[in-house]
């Protein structure tokens, strides 16, 4: 893999040094995760929505039981089977013995109260489950759907891999503790964006202050709510081995963050830290143009061709957010298999660049060829394939 490795400020009028310079891979000095903030959350990964940019990112893939936040899976499923035809808000489910024993009042646990055989719409079911955070309307739900909580777990998992969640495995629709139940908080925040895209007027659920169902009254249990810092979704999730974890989401004059934090040691710890990350995400950044649409970027080696080099380009505008207090820390590498083998035809995707804010990888973006190369004479290819072995070209 070559990289062409450069510095680009955030400001306008700066200039990318030595992009056109193919070599060993830049060395970028290690700095911490964000300079100006930081969170005790062992576990923490926040994206600005619009743009895809990492804003703050501290061991996100590291597999982790999910407790509650499995319920944001079991509600892409419901969402998906409503909007597909599969099911309508309007259907009645009944109360099992065992959604009754293992999510309702006798379990302990959060719960909607069903009582054993009475009947619930599954419009009423999807506001206990987001709103009170239901262990008895997930099973209800999973059963009326699948016929039983095992098959509804099949479903979770195969629209899981369908959407992108390539490492979380699901193993119930509650969260309840299971053996072998895990996600990341990079694929959790995946999977609140896709609901928040797809679905969004059953997102507007989330941000429902109360539930009040067979006249029991219960508020929405996201602690955020109630902050007034533009928190609209999504879940929170405790379990003795990873201590308290958190999904949140929130927009403010027009931008809008999804932050997972895992790991905390109390409640009021995680309501602190998601206010501190979320006011951090949508006030300590300015968006900064990086390059323009087509704008060649650098140029890349060449194996076999009738030019040793071709021009590099991005396919669209680049634009990232920037934190103030790192306006000139933004690193633009450009990476690539290379040397790059002939023929190659303008626009072929060849490489990648790569926007890192200190430590952390930003955003990611395809780089296309930016001109034709043909496939060399005989005699050329023959010198290309000397200096191969006489250079160590690396394909």
């Not at 999910?66 to 309508?88: D, I, N, W, Y």
């Not at 990079?186 to 007027?201: A, V």
Request: proline fraction near 5%.
């Amino acid at each position: 893999m070559r990289s062409i490795g450069g510095w680009r400020g955030a400001g306008v009028g700066c200039t990318l040094l030595a992009l056109a310079v193919a070599g060993s891979a830049f060395a970028a000095k290690p700095e911490p995760e964000a300079a100006g903030f930081d969170t005790v959350a062992p576990q923490a990964f926040m994206v600005d929505a619009a743009t895809g940019t990492v804003l703050f990112s501290r061991d996100p893939d590291k597999l982790i039981p999910p407790a509650s936040l499995v319920k944001l899976m079991t509600m892409e499923v419901v969402f998906h089977a409503v909007k597909t035809g599969q099911a309508r808000l309007e259907d009645v489910y009944t109360v099992s013995e065992h959604a009754w024993r293992t999510g309702g009042a006798p379990s302990g646990t959060s719960t909607m109260f069903a009582a054993l055989k009475s009947q619930l719409t599954l419009h009423e079911l999807i506001q206990g489950v987001i709103v009170q955070s239901a262990n008895d309307g997930c099973i209800i739900i999973a059963e009326g759907l699948a016929g039983s909580e095992a098959a509804f777990v099949e479903l979770m998992n195969k629209r899981a891999a369908e959407i992108g969640l390539t490492r979380s495995v699901f193993k119930n629709s509650t969260g309840l503790p299971a053996e072998g139940q895990v996600v990341t908080l990079r694929e959790l925040t995946q999977l609140g964006e896709h609901i928040w895209r797809t679905y969004p007027d059953f997102y507007k659920i989330y941000s429902q202050p109360d539930f009040t169902w067979n006249k029991i009254f219960q508020r929405n249990r996201n602690p955020l709510l109630r902050l007034e810092i533009g928190a609209d979704g999504m879940g929170t999730g405790y379990t003795e081995a990873s201590g308290y974890a958190i999904l949140a989401s929130a927009e403010q004059n027009g931008q809008r963050v999804f932050a997972a934090l895992g790991g905390m040691t109390s409640e009021a710890e995680r309501a602190a830290e998601a206010r501190r990350i979320i006011d951090y995400g949508l006030n300590g950044f300015d968006q900064s143009p990086l390059f323009a649409a087509g704008e060649e970027i650098g140029s890349a080696q060449v194996f076999g061709g009738t030019v040793a080099e071709v021009p590099l380009k991005t396919p669209a505008s680049i634009s990232v957010f920037v934190p103030h207090t790192q306006r000139d820390a933004v690193q633009v590498r450009v990476l690539y298999d290379g040397p790059l083998q002939a023929p190659i035809a303008s626009g072929d995707v060849v490489g990648s660049l790569e926007v890192h804010i200190g430590t952390t990888l930003a955003k990611s973006f395809p780089v296309l060829a930016a001109a034709d190369v043909r496939k060399g004479t005989l005699q050329s290819r023959a010198s290309d394939a000397l200096k191969e072995l006489a250079f160590g070209w690396l394909r």
